[in-house]
C-alpha cells in the first residue's frame, strides 16, 4: 500500500517545479530527500513513484478549508449519532416485541417473521435472539438492545427500566367456550372459493394475506389460510383495537359506567382547555390534543408505542392544540388515554380485566384473548390485541347485528349507530373509533360499510346493505404492496 504524503504549499497557485527547486514546502515522510538532492520535477515524482509513495499537493489556503470541512464533517457524524441513538428505542424495540408476539402468541416461526414482517428500514439489521425458556426476545442494533416478555395470558411487553414484570390477574383465565360460527349456504361457499384460493395462495390482490373469513347472514362462506397460519392462530389487530375499545366504552355506558360526553376528570387537565375533552372527542379522533402519527421518525406515536412505561399517561401529557370537538387528526394516543381511564374506574386490576374478559370476550366466544399490556399494566387498546380470524369476525357480527350475540344485547341500543355516525370534522370517514366508507374509501363498496382498520392491511369490514363481514389479516406495507381492498371486496359482493 502506498504512503500518502501531503505537500503543503505556503501559496496558492505555486508552480510544482518551483516548488521543487526552492524546498518551499514541508514534508511529513522522512524517506524523501530534501528536494534539492532531486534535480526538477521529473526525477522527484520518480523518486517518490519508486518509493510507492503518492504525492498531493494542497496550498496553505486549502488547507485551512479542509480542517473547516473535517469540522463540520466531524460535528455531522456526531449530530447524526445522536439522533440515531434517540431512534435505537424505536428499532430495537419494534422488532423485539413484534417478533416476541409472533412466536410466543402466535406461533409464527422466527426466520419468516425477520424475512417479512421486519424486512424494512433499520429493523431488518437488527440481530434478534429468541430465548424460549426465559420466553423472551432481545434485539439489538449497533450499540442499543431492547428486551420483550411473553407472560401467559397477557401477551408481550417491551421492558423499559426493568428486567421482568409479575405475573398476577392475567386478561385470560383457562376457558373454552363452544364454537359459535357455522357454515352458511354452500352455493356461496362453492362461488366464492376461487376468490379466497386467488386472494391468499396467487396473492392475486397484492400483499401477503394471512387470513380471509367472510361472513354472510351470520354464516362462514369463505375460509382460507396462508402459509403457516391456521383457524387457531392469534394475529394482531394494530389499530382494529380500536374497535375493540369501543366496544368496551360501550358495554361500561350500558352499565352506567361513565357517560361519553361528560368531560374527563383527569386531574393534569383540569387547569386548562383540555378539562373540556370528553369521551365522544377522544373515540371520534377530535380531542385537539397535539399530536404526531407518523410512523416513519420519532414521532409521538413510535415514542409511546416503544419508549414509554406508560402509553396513556404519555399521550394525555400533549398539550391542548386545538379546541376538543373543532379539529379530526388520527391520534392512537387517544385510545391509550381512554383505556388508561377505564383502568382507573376499577378498584383493582384483577377486576378489571376480568369485566373486560366476561363483558366482551366470553360473550362473543374468544378464548385466549391477549390485551397486550404496557408496563404499567394497561392494555394497549390502541394497537396490541391478538385473537384468530374468526373472532374478528364474531366481533364484526355482533356490529351487525346492533350489538346483539346469540339473542343478548352486549352493545346498548343506539350504540351502533353512534359508532357509525360521521366525527364532524372527519369529512364523513371516520366514526368512533371506526372508520367508515362515507369517505370513499373504497369507492366500489356500498357506501353504508364501516370498518376496523390496523396497520399494514388488518381489516374488518361490515357491510350492513349485504349482511356482510370480511375479516382479512395480513402484511400489506405501502407504497407497493398493499392489498386492492376494494378490488377483493366488489369481487366478493358480486357473488351474492
Same mark, same amino acid.
Given at each position: ?327 379530526? #387528526? ?53 394497537? #396490541? ?44 370517514? #371516520? ?29 374488518? #369490514? ?35
Amino acid at each position: 500500500m502506498p504512503t500518502v504524503l501531503v505537500v503543503r504549499v505556503p501559496e496558492a497557485g505555486i508552480e510544482p517545479a518551483r516548488l521543487l527547486r526552492t524546498q518551499d514546502f514541508e514534508s511529513s515522510a522522512s524517506t524523501i530527500p530534501p528536494l534539492g538532492q532531486v534535480d526538477g520535477l521529473q526525477r522527484y515524482n520518480s523518486f517518490a513513484k519508486q518509493q510507492n509513495i503518492f504525492l498531493i499537493f494542497v496550498s496553505m489556503k486549502a488547507k485551512k478549508i479542509i480542517r473547516i470541512a473535517a469540522a463540520v464533517l466531524g460535528a455531522a457524524i456526531i449530530g447524526g449519532c445522536i439522533y440515531l441513538d434517540t431512534l435505537m428505542p424505536i428499532i430495537t424495540g419494534y422488532a423485539a416485541k413484534n417478533l416476541a408476539s409472533a412466536v410466543f402468541v402466535s406461533g409464527r416461526n422466527q426466520a419468516d417473521v425477520e424475512a417479512l414482517d421486519l424486512n424494512f428500514s433499520f429493523i431488518k439489521f437488527t440481530s434478534n435472539k429468541v430465548d424460549t425458556a426465559a420466553r423472551t426476545v432481545t434485539s439489538r442494533f449497533l450499540w442499543r438492545k431492547s428486551t420483550a416478555i411473553y407472560r401467559d395470558g397477557y401477551g408481550v411487553t417491551l421492558l423499559r427500566g426493568a428486567k421482568t414484570l409479575p405475573d398476577d390477574f392475567p386478561l385470560e383465565r383457562e376457558t373454552s367456550y363452544p364454537e359459535t360460527l357455522q357454515k352458511g349456504d354452500s352455493a356461496l361457499c362453492a362461488s366464492l372459493e376461487p376468490i379466497a384460493k386467488a386472494f391468499v395462495d396467487d396473492k392475486a390482490y397484492n400483499g401477503t394475506p394471512f387470513a380471509l373469513v367472510v361472513l354472510h347472514k351470520g354464516g362462514i362462506v369463505a375460509e382460507r389460510y396462508g402459509k403457516g397460519i391456521s383457524a387457531g392462530t392469534r394475529l394482531l389487530s394494530w389499530s382494529m383495537g380500536k374497535s375493540f375499545t369501543n366496544a368496551l366504552i360501550g358495554i361500561m355506558q350500558g352499565d352506567g359506567m361513565l357517560d361519553i360526553n361528560a368531560p374527563l376528570p383527569i386531574p393534569e387537565w383540569q387547569n386548562d382547555g383540555r378539562k373540556a375533552i370528553t369521551l365522544r372527542d377522544l373515540m371520534q379522533m377530535q380531542s385537539g390534543l397535539q399530536w404526531n402519527e407518523n410512523y416513519g421518525n420519532r414521532s409521538d406515536v413510535n415514542v409511546m408505542l416503544h419508549c414509554e412505561k406508560d402509553m396513556g399517561l404519555f399521550a394525555q401529557s400533549k398539550p391542548l392544540e386545538y379546541e376538543p370537538g373543532t379539529h379530526w #387528526y388520527y391520534s392512537s394516543g387517544s385510545t391509550n388515554i381512554v383505556m388508561r381511564y377505564l383502568r382507573g374506574l376499577f378498584p383493582c386490576d384483577e377486576e378489571f380485566l376480568a369485566y373486560i374478559r366476561e363483558r366482551l370476550f366470553a360473550p362473543l366466544g374468544i378464548n385466549g384473548a391477549c390485551f397486550e399490556p404496557d408496563m404499567s399494566g394497561t392494555p394497549v387498546g390502541s394497537s #396490541y390485541l391478538y385473537v384468530t380470524a374468526r373472532d374478528y369476525a364474531r366481533f364484526g357480527q355482533m356490529f351487525l347485528d346492533d350489538g346483539v350475540v346469540g339473542g343478548e344485547r352486549i352493545l346498548p341500543e343506539g350504540w351502533v349507530d353512534f359508532t357509525r355516525t360521521p366525527a364532524s370534522n372527519s369529512k364523513g370517514g #371516520y366514526g368512533a373509533f371506526f372508520w367508515l366508507n362515507k369517505g370513499g374509501a373504497c369507492p366500489d363498496v356500498p357506501s353504508d360499510m364501516y370498518s376496523c382498520v390496523g396497520h399494514d392491511g388488518q381489516q374488518i #369490514y361490515i357491510i350492513p346493505s349485504k349482511e356482510l363481514v370480511v375479516v382479512i389479516l395480513g402484511y400489506s406495507p405501502k407504497p407497493d404492496r398493499v392489498i386492492d381492498f376494494n378490488a377483493l371486496l366488489r369481487d366478493i359482493i358480486e357473488k351474492l
